[in-house]
T-cell receptor
Framework: KQEVTQIPAALSVPEGENLVLNCSFT??????LQWFRQDPGKGLTSLLL?????REQTSGRLNASLDKSSGRSTLYIAASQPGDSATYLC?????????FGTGTRLKVLA | DTGVSQDPRHKITKRGQNVTFRCDPI?????LYWYRQTLGQGPEFLTY????????KSRLLSDRFSAERPKGSFSTLEIQRTEQGDSAMYLC??????????????FGDGTRLSIL
């Protein structure tokens, strides 16, 4: 059974810091991995999708890497801003459904 | 592309009542998913449609839950005889059908259900 773990559960950093969020999964047979952002009381906003054949994806200040063999993904956020404060979720797809981690709650202090 | 739309945004009801939620997917998406998210947890898969066919139901979906997607467009999720444990955010997502499920899922803003 696939299990997804995210570390740390919560993170508070001063504005401008570069930071790394971690995601690990127990079964490497995945189709893709997606990182999402969730603001309080809101739905999920897709940030980056990495196919199983890819190693990384970049969008603006965000970079996500995938190491399928070790069951790990990282989301790198450069030059963090207060507007980045949210919960970040990673999800892996083995078939048509996603298995989610419990998220990392990020707070960026001005 | 107007995104995935869910209605209502919030629903407060008494225990034992029936509730129904609606999801309108992105128009060209033929796959539609329902997830449930409780406080402090990640979303959990409930059920999935390809066009009008419901292809899988999670064990989380008890007999009190039913989902439909008539004509392969919008979907409804009904909960009968609601219980306190049904309080959660119900999220809908849609995607195109792709090889090996490599298409991203796009999520709506969810319906927050509170059972009194």
């Amino acid at each position: 059974k696939q299990e997804v773990t995210q570390i740390p559960a919560a993170l508070s950093v001063p504005e401008g810091e570069n930071l790394v969020l971690n995601c690990s999964f127990t079964d490497s047979a995945i189709y893709n991995l997606q990182w999402f952002r969730q603001d309080p009381g809101k739905g999920l906003t897709s940030l980056l999708l990495i196919q199983s054949s890819q190693r990384e994806q970049t969008s603006g200040r965000l970079n996500a890497s995938l190491d399928k063999s070790s069951g790990r993904s990282t989301l790198y956020i450069a030059a963090s801003q207060p507007g980045d404060s949210a919960t970040y979720l990673c999800a892996v797809s083995q078939t048509y459904k996603y298995i989610f981690g419990t998220g990392t709650r990020l707070k960026v202090l001005a | 592309d107007t995104g995935v739309s869910q209605d209502p945004r919030h629903k407060i009801t008494k225990r034992g009542q029936n509730v129904t939620f609606r999801c309108d997917p992105i128009s060209e998406h033929n796959r539609l998913y329902w997830y449930r998210q409780t406080l402090g947890q990640g979303p959990e898969f409930l059920t999935y449609f390809q066009n009008e066919a419901q292809l899988e139901k999670s064990r989380l979906l008890s007999d009190r839950f039913s989902a439909e997607r008539p004509k392969g467009s919008f979907s409804t999720l009904e909960i009968q005889r609601t219980e306190q444990g049904d309080s959660a955010m119900y999220l809908c997502a849609s995607s195109l059908a792709g090889t090996g499920s490599n298409q991203p899922q796009h999520f709506g803003d969810g319906t927050r259900l509170s059972i009194l």
